[in-house]
Structures are given as C-alpha cells and as structure tokens.
C-alpha cells in the first residue's frame, strides 16, 4: 500500500473519501450533540459499525460491505472482520 496526498485545493481527486465524509457528516455527526468523548466515541462507533454491516453500498452491487467481503474472502479462505474495535491493531 502506498500513499498519495491530495494536492492542496483539490479535494476532488479523491471522490470516495469526499462521498464518505458528506455522509459521515450528514447522518452522524449533524445528528449528534456530542458531551463528551467517550459519548461521541460510542455513537461514531456504532454509526460505522452499521454503516459497514447493515447497509447495502451501490458501488459494491447493493450488497453490505460484510456481504462482499464475505462472497470475496470465501474463495481463498480468509477471513476479516468490519466490526472489530477500529482502535484494535493500531499503534
């Protein structure tokens, strides 16, 4: 994996990230008044854990991210797990 940076003033060159953060926004972060960090922490969590889960994506056939890693990973036998603590394996 290699990164690429978007140049200043081009947000545009990457359309996935902008498309995910409108929604991030519009159906998260809008909706919530946040008190504290353990509060936001628990709903963002739960926001992207139903939004990778429970929600069909156009751009993966209408089908749940879970649904296409599972039909994807089934051929070769691995396994991956979107509900995991997003903390979990950082550094």
Request: hydrophobic fraction near 30%; include cysteine; charged fraction near 25%.
């Amino acid at each position: 994996m290699q990164l690429s940076f978007i140049r200043p003033g081009k947000p545009n060159e990457n359309a996935y990230i902008e498309s995910f953060n409108g929604k991030f926004r519009d159906e998260c972060l809008n909706e919530h008044w946040f008190v504290t960090m353990m509060q936001a922490r628990r709903i963002i969590e739960a926001w992207r854990v139903e939004y990778n889960t429970e929600r069909p994506h156009s751009s993966l056939g209408d089908l749940t991210p879970e649904e296409f890693a599972a039909s994807n990973l089934s051929r070769t036998g691995k396994t991956l797990s979107l509900t995991a603590d997003s903390s979990s394996g950082r550094d």
